[in-house]
Each structure stands twice: as C-alpha cells, then as structure tokens.
Nanobody, 123 residues
Framework: QVQLVESGGGLVQAGGSLRLSCVGS????????MGWFRQAPGKEREFVAGISWNGDNTYYADSVKGRFTISRDNAKNMVFLQMNSLKPEDTAVYYC????????????????WGRGTQVTVSS
C-alpha cells in the first residue's frame, strides 16, 4: 500500500493560481495512472484530472479543461496539479489517488487516497 500526501492548497482570489503536489511513499507510483479529485461541501467527490503512468496521456473534467494541468515526476514519486484562472466554484478539498481498475473518471476506480488539501477561492 502507498501513502499519499497532498500539499499546496490555500486561499486565493478568483483569477489566481495554485500548484498542488502529491508525494507517494511506501512504493513507487511510476507504473500507475494517477488522478486528482475534489469534493466541495455537500457534494460528491468528482474527477478533476488524470494522467497515464509516463505522463503521455492526460485527462480533464470539462469544468477545468484549459485552466488546470496535471503532470508527474516519477523520479520523485510525485504528481502535480497546476491550477490557473481559479474560480470560486473550484473551492473544495483536493485529493490525489492511485488508479486501480475501471472507469478513470470514477472515484471507485481508485485504490489509494491522500487526506486532501483545502483550496478556497474567494470572489
């Protein structure tokens, strides 16, 4: 089992940027697809972005396409989420997760999760 720790969240004004990081420990993540999800109060956890094991393929929710960029550094066992042009509706706890099987866009397809980092975007 891998342990995931997210960081980089905070409070930012609308239009600003944040870069989230996720570091894994316990085993290498280099062979795994990875994903970022978010959960706002009173809402279900939703897919934000995903990345293939080597970074060649990336996937985004329509709501963040063109504003967010997922990337990874396998040598450091890390995954990143660069978030630009942030909007108040991006406010949520953001989680990174290790893909296991099934639909990449579905949270139930992920086996390991971090505890999340809070992102708050003020208007």
């Amino acid at each position: 089992q891998v342990q995931l720790v997210e960081s980089g969240g905070g409070l930012v004004q609308a239009g600003g940027s944040l870069r989230l990081s996720c570091v894994g420990s316990g085993r290498t993540l280099r062979s795994n697809r990875m994903g970022w999800f978010r959960q706002a109060p009173g809402k279900e956890r939703e897919f934000v972005a995903g990345i293939s094991w080597n970074g060649d393929n990336t996937y985004y929710a329509d709501s963040v396409k063109g504003r967010f960029t997922i990337s990874r550094d396998n040598a450091k066992n890390m995954v990143f989420l660069q978030m630009n042009s942030l909007k108040p509706e991006d406010t949520a706890v953001y989680y990174c997760a290790v893909y296991f099987t099934g639909n990449l866009y579905y949270s139930g397809s992920y086996a390991d999760w971090g505890r999340g980092t809070q992102v708050t975007v003020s208007s």
